[in-house]
């Protein structure tokens, strides 16, 4: 599945507050997801951000007024809501809300926005004290019956020495709010239960056995799903990862916890997709106190733990169970007997240990074998994109 925003023509409005320095990033974002971006500015924007800065990145004119010296100046701003895809105005101030809530035209961005039938997305930025006030609130009631996406600022240390909300969110959770929006919704309705990560098996207070997974591809799969529209719960093991936005998550640490978290979550779930790195074995004792060095060798005894992705096998009603299988060599013969040993109805394998493919890499190259003995092997991609082909292929499972 493509980058939704590829060639996509997204409306960039830029308002007169301290966190236009922030949209420059925004439109790096945007430019780099091969969006077409085109911006349009309030005046008061311009004292805080030259035009300049976003006319170099976009590569577009950016338009400020509804007048001037081209000529066609007027009707611009119907031009670009005819073809815009989407908009985003970040940051919108308690000015701009007011107007766009109340229809007031005076000036090139709330013409436009009037003008505009997709989405529009705004992310309010302003002082803790404004944000709050009974008319902006009222006034971002307004816009969200209008249909208006509102993202809920951030709340930290503002420019003017207030602490509490009203900080605009990073343009990269921005981006995502916009992918999100306008992902195709195919996974509506459909409850996807994820797991990710590495599971950390305890020797001592200090000590634990686990291995390099990253959770970097159950998280991609989490988020693909979530913007699909699916209601995704994730259990993950210890990471670094952030949660993805619309996605419940619960963190786990041993392949015990894993193992209850997943049972109790299963039988509400249509999809279960099974990505975590999980321990086959744990210390069969764990020592309530470290272990001090003594003598040249240490023995610990082992204990297998319980196979998750079998038991699910074993359990599964009319759920799809999808398995994953990291391999180091035979990758063919060890998946495929993992696919039928555990009832899957598609296990995603791939070779670990290669720079761009497998733990804490941001690509990966995967084969998916299927239940009816086909296979289909998946170039080198973006972990995400790997995600969404495989989101592609469950909905095919019959």
């Known amino acids: 599945m493509k980058n939704v925003i590829r060639d996509k023509n997204i409306v960039l409005g830029v308002c007169g507050g301290i966190a236009a320095y922030k949209s420059i990033e925004l439109l790096r974002l945007l430019v780099k997801q091969e969006a077409n971006v085109q911006v349009i500015m309030t005046r008061k924007a311009c004292e805080f951000v030259g035009p300049l800065t976003f006319e170099t990145l976009s590569g577009q004119p950016v338009c400020i007024s509804l007048f001037g010296d081209d000529g066609d100046a007027s009707i611009k701003h119907i ?40 989405p529009v997305i705004m992310c309010p930025s302003m002082n803790t ?92 799969v989490a988020r693909a799903a979530a913007k699909r529209g699916a209601e995704v719960t994730l259990v993950s093991g210890p990471t670094n990862r952030c949660v993805p936005q619309g996605v419940t998550c619960i963190n786990i640490e041993s392949a015990l916890e894993m193992s209850t978290a997943v049972f109790d979550a299963m039988d509400n779930s249509d999809v279960i997709i099974k990505v975590a790195a999980v321990a086959d074995y744990r210390p069969k004792k764990q020592a309530d106190q470290k272990i001090k060095k003594s003598g040249d060798e240490l023995v610990l005894h082992l204990q297998k733990n319980i196979d ?84 592609d292929r469950i909905l095919m499972v019959k």
């Open 79 to 118: 031009d670009w809501a005819k073809e815009a895809d989407a908009v985003v105005i970040a940051p919108a101030t308690a000015n701009i809300l007011g107007k766009i809530a109340n229809g007031i035209a005076d000036d090139a961005l709330c013409t436009f926005i009037l003008a505009v039938t997709s």
């Open 129 to 220: 004290h404004m944000y709050e006030n009974r008319a902006v609130q009222r006034n971002i009631d307004i816009l969200e019956a209008d249909g208006k996406h509102i993202i809920v600022p951030g709340e930290g240390e503002l420019a003017c020495g207030i602490s509490g909300a009203g900080r605009l969110p990073e343009p990269e959770f921005i981006l995502e709010y916009l992918i999100s929006i306008l992902s195709t919704k195919d996974f509506t309705g459909k409850k996807v239960l994820v797991t990710a990560g590495p599971t950390r098996e305890c020797i001592d207070p200090v000590r634990y056995i686990s291995n390099y997974s990253s959770g970097k591809m159950g998280y991609a």
């Open 308 to 391: 998750i992705l079998k038991e699910l096998g074993g359990r599964k009603k009319n759920q799809v169970l999808v398995g994953f299988a990291a391999e180091t060599q035979d990758l063919k013969n060890n998946a495929q007997k993992k696919l039928t040993e555990k009832n899957l109805d598609i296990i995603v394998g791939n070779i670990v240990g290669t720079p761009t493919s497998g733990f804490g890499t941001d690509t990966n190259k995967v084969t998916l074998f299927f239940k009816d003995g086909t296979s289909e092997s998946i170039p080198e991609m973006d972990k995400e994109e790997v995600a969404n082909i495989l989101l």
